[in-house]
């Protein structure tokens, strides 16, 4: 039988439901406030000051935005930057992380004290674009996957959660004749679907919010993401311009306000999207890797 809660009880969660419920409404009112002023009038935005729910809505800032025929494109690249890009850094960081987790590596002390030397020093701005240069990646999409292709910092809690891994389970594969890849691929990877899970969306924000790499490297203005491309279009709408081909003469700028709003919808909704299929395995992957050293 359930025990009553005692009146202290009562109380303290009350608190905690309260306490909760403010701090929610803290984090979703600035994401309610952007979409909402991006689908809101002019008018309305400059008499309200604060919108969090329009009455006349208005579709001025995406059709300025979508009036450049190059977003679409901007859009597929970035798509297909971010998923060539993770796959790539989750195929490198598991195989490197793998042999560190074993104890009887040569020189393993030597390789993660040069990983770690990595977190807190680098070679620099100047030199890392030389070196990019120097291999020919200029205005590649190379440029913006090679610099970072492994993380140290989830290259260590990977490398932690293989070490948790059960022993037997190996020994079992090489009694069966499995090769040391074979148990790579066959057992280890499928087993470490939640910490896979989670650094595939580290790295896929990563790629999507790529933005000052691609300033830096991408002077094709076909190959910018998208992040570098909505910098463009607010620069143009600061200035009073826009792809004035594909806009309807009659067609009024919306205020550079409204224009700022929607290019953050535009930018955050589709990594949005991805989070809910990763979200199960978020908290237990990071976790599972971060309680050994």
């Not at 008499?47 to 001025?60: A, D, H, I, N």
């Not at 292709?149 to 932690?160: G, R």
Request: charged share 10%; aromatic share 14%.
């Amino acid at each position: 039988m359930v025990q009553d809660k005692s009146l202290g009880s009562r109380v303290f969660d009350g608190i905690n439901y309260t306490l909760l419920t403010v701090f929610s409404l803290i984090t979703v009112l600035p994401f309610i406030y952007i979409v909402a002023g991006s689908i809101t009038t002019s008018e309305e935005l400059t008499r309200r000051g604060v919108v969090l729910f329009p009455t006349v809505f208005s579709w001025e800032a995406y059709r300025y935005i979508f009036s450049t025929g190059t977003l679409v494109h901007s859009l597929l690249f970035t798509v297909y930057l971010t998923i060539l890009g993770t796959l790539m850094n989750l195929f490198f960081t598991s195989l490197m992380a793998y042999p560190l987790a074993k104890q009887t590596l040569f020189g393993r002390r030597a390789f993660m004290l040069m990983i770690v030397f990595t977190i807190l020093f680098n070679g620099g701005l100047i030199p890392t674009f030389l070196v990019v240069k120097q291999f020919y990646m200029l205005d590649t999409i190379w440029a913006l996957i090679i610099p970072g292709l492994i993380s140290a910092f989830n290259l260590i809690i990977l490398k932690n959660f293989f070490q948790q891994l059960p022993e037997g389970l190996e020994e079992s594969a090489k009694i069966d004749g499995c090769s040391d890849v074979g148990i790579f691929f066959r057992i280890v990877l499928p087993l470490s679907t939640p910490a896979l899970a989670t650094f595939s969306l580290f790295y896929a924000v990563g790629h999507w919010n790529s933005y000052f790499q691609a300033l830096i490297y991408m002077n094709d203005s076909s190959k910018w993401p998208i992040q570098v491309l909505l910098r463009q279009i607010v620069i143009m709408a600061q200035g009073g311009i826009g792809d004035a081909a594909n806009i309807d003469p009659n067609f009024v700028l919306p205020p550079v306000q409204t224009i700022k709003m929607a290019v953050i919808v535009v930018a955050t909704v589709p990594i949005l999207i991805v989070y809910p299929f990763l979200q199960k395995h978020f908290a237990k992957g990071v976790l599972l890797g971060s309680v050994k050293g």
